[in-house]
């Protein structure tokens, strides 16, 4: 049952057996005998939502890049956003704490609304360097993303690239309306198809977590919005100017092999911890 049902409780499993077998085993006893079998209680892990047709479109991504090298990717940009949270809690920072201390200070962390303010960035990335970081507001329509992002930043920095610069660029709704791809087409700059659902792919991730990590150092219980802000701005500019992780031709052979992004993301988790 525990491998058919994987989000079954160890009273869930109780309780199953006593109706099926009548015979009712401890929690205790049910526990251990998962243990024996190797099998233990972790958070799920988070992935992205992906159908089969997501992952067949991500394989055949993958099939025509892969034996791309790095001077094919020398006029590519990848870009991106993300979000920073002004407090952002660490589920995995554990407390030691007496019985009876559950909902003392010095054990409790302190909920705010909304992560007590949230600061959305845009920023993109190449073989040589990278844009400057944009902080734009939570909705990021057509419009805005024209006018405030490709205009000033984006297509500047595409055309240093070179003559057949190429923009990756996902596929949400304020990417996509026709005007933006007219616009494109009147700049000189080439989309480059990606396939849906396929974070993993976009190297900028690294530069996120990379951003997330050094913010999160600095940020203190009186560091406010304006703040949060200037250290993104700040720490973005102190990450070097250089990118050494593509996503061809090393993920994409790495995905090709496993046959499914889904295969790849499982055998790259294992590699990390080996490693």
Not at 19 to 39: K, M
Not at 48 to 54: I, Y
Request: glycine share 6%; hydrophobic share 35%; with cysteine.
């Amino acid at each position: 049952s525990a491998l058919r049902c994987r989000r079954l409780s160890s009273t869930d499993l109780q309780s199953r057996l006593a109706g099926r077998y009548c015979r009712r085993l401890s929690a205790q006893t049910i526990r251990n005998r998962l243990h024996a079998a190797n099998l233990r209680s972790h958070r799920a892990a988070r992935s992205p939502a992906m159908t089969a047709l997501h992952r067949q479109a991500c394989l055949r991504w993958c099939r025509q890049h892969v034996h791309c090298n790095r001077n094919m990717w020398r006029n590519v940009m990848f870009r991106d956003e993300s979000r920073f949270c002004l407090r952002q809690l660490d589920r995995r920072v554990k407390v030691w704490r007496r019985c009876g201390e559950l909902y003392v200070d010095c054990s409790t962390d302190r909920i705010r609304s909304f992560g007590g303010g949230i600061v959305m960035v845009w920023g993109g990335i190449s073989l040589t360097g990278k844009t400057r970081l944009v902080i734009n507001g939570c909705n990021l329509n057509a419009e805005r993303y024209r006018d405030e992002i490709l205009q000033p930043v984006a297509i500047p920095y595409l055309h240093s690239l070179g003559p057949n610069s190429i923009l990756q660029d996902d596929n949400a709704l304020s990417h996509r309306p026709g005007f933006i791809r007219d616009y494109l087409q009147n700049v000189g700059v080439e989309r480059m198809e990606w396939p849906a659902s396929s974070p993993d792919l976009n190297p900028i991730g690294n530069l996120w977590d990379q951003l997330g990590r050094a913010v999160r150092a600095r940020v203190t219980n009186t560091t406010t919005l304006a703040d949060l802000r200037q250290m993104l701005v700040e720490e973005w500019d102190a990450i070097p100017q250089c990118l050494s992780s593509l996503p061809g031709p090393q993920i994409c052979r790495d995905v090709v092999e496993a046959g499914s992004p889904r295969c790849y993301r499982s055998a790259n988790r294992k590699a990390k911890k080996r490693g």
